[in-house]
């Protein structure tokens, strides 16, 4: 047997070759860097070993880079809609704290979701676009959607018999973010698809939900009543409610008042209080 070291050595290594071994191996930040590290290692002396491993750093760092920009692309996430960009004193009961706890993300880890809910224009796309980029930064993967457009594509997926395939797809991503799910049409085909989406992921995929609408008035997105205390009773069992009753924010920055008139809180969801609040939810519902 020849061991690599006897077969390199009993011949000339091929040198110009060595662009296309690194494209064949697949390192492109080797090939973009080795020559003037490679010149800095002549010049400084450095060891070979050092020479190696300052590459295998860069390698290593731009693929975190590329993976994360391949990730932000498919999340569909809109631009600008970041935490930089986020003016909190505008929503001054949603303290800041509690939004950077939710964007470093630990939460997705055991499959919690995320409610905001709230009037139109009281920043709750922004919001929940700023914790989804966050979370994309750190490595994780997100798919922001309105859940109209979501739920037409699980629903060609049934039609197709396909389902199951599908939503074993959005397995990968642990958020998705469903904007607008008041807007979901209370279709018994459309809506169903919805509550599966919500039944699969339970405990195990986190989901991000805005809405218009107080819980009291998603029996409009189910198909019926028992299907949207099911829903609910899944969604907030562990979940961080946003409740983002504030003005409009176009409104008020036209209106040159930022800050004002703002109400806004925030409810973690422990496992008693989701038992209450699905109880008055269903009572509501059954009323
Ligand atoms: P909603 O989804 O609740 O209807 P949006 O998140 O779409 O509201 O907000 C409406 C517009 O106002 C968007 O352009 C958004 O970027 C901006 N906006 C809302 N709240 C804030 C905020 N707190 N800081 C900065 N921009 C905001
Ligand atoms: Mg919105």
New binding site residues.
């Given amino acids: 047997m020849t061991s690599p070291s006897r077969s390199t050595s009993a011949r000339t290594v091929d040198v110009h070759a060595l662009p296309a071994m690194l494209t064949a191996l697949r390192l492109p930040s080797f090939h973009r860097h080795w020559p003037a590290l490679a010149e800095r290692a002549d010049t400084e002396g450095w060891p070979a070993t050092r020479f190696l491993a300052a590459l295998a750093e860069v390698e290593l760092a731009e693929r975190e880079t590329r993976r994360i920009r391949r990730h932000l692309i498919e999340s569909r996430l809109p631009g600008?809609?970041t935490l930089a960009?986020?003016?909190?004193?505008?929503?001054p009961s949603v303290p800041r704290a509690r939004v950077e706890a939710l964007a470093a993300g630990d939460w997705v880890e055991s499959g919690a979701n995320l409610i905001?809910i709230?009037?139109?224009?009281?920043?709750?796309?922004?919001?929940?676009?700023a914790v989804g980029h966050a979370l994309v930064e750190a490595g994780r993967r997100v798919l922001y959607s309105r859940t109209t457009d979501l739920v037409q594509k699980l629903q060609a997926a049934r039609r197709d018999l396909v389902l199951e395939a599908a939503l074993a797809k959005l397995d990968r991503f642990d958020l998705i973010i469903l904007?607008?799910i008041g807007y979901a049409q209370k279709d018994q085909a459309e809506t169903s698809v919805l509550f599966e989406l919500i039944a699969r992921r339970y405990e195990t995929r986190s989901l991000a939900i805005?809405a218009?609408q107080p819980f009291s008035a998603w029996d409009r997105i189910f198909p019926d009543q028992a299907v949207t205390v099911a829903a609910i009773d899944r969604l907030v069992h562990h979940a961080t409610i946003l409740e983002?009753n504030v003005d409009?924010?176009?409104r008020r920055?036209a209106a040159g008042r930022?800050g004002a008139n703002a109400d806004a809180s925030t409810t973690t969801i422990g496992d008693n209080l989701a038992d209450n609040l699905a109880d008055n939810i269903r009572e509501d519902l059954t009323a």
């Fill in positions: 600008g809609k960009t986020f003016d909190f004193k505008a929503l905001a709230g009037n139109s224009g009281a920043g709750k796309t922004h919001l929940l676009c904007d607008d805005a218009n983002m409009s924010y176009r920055v930022s």
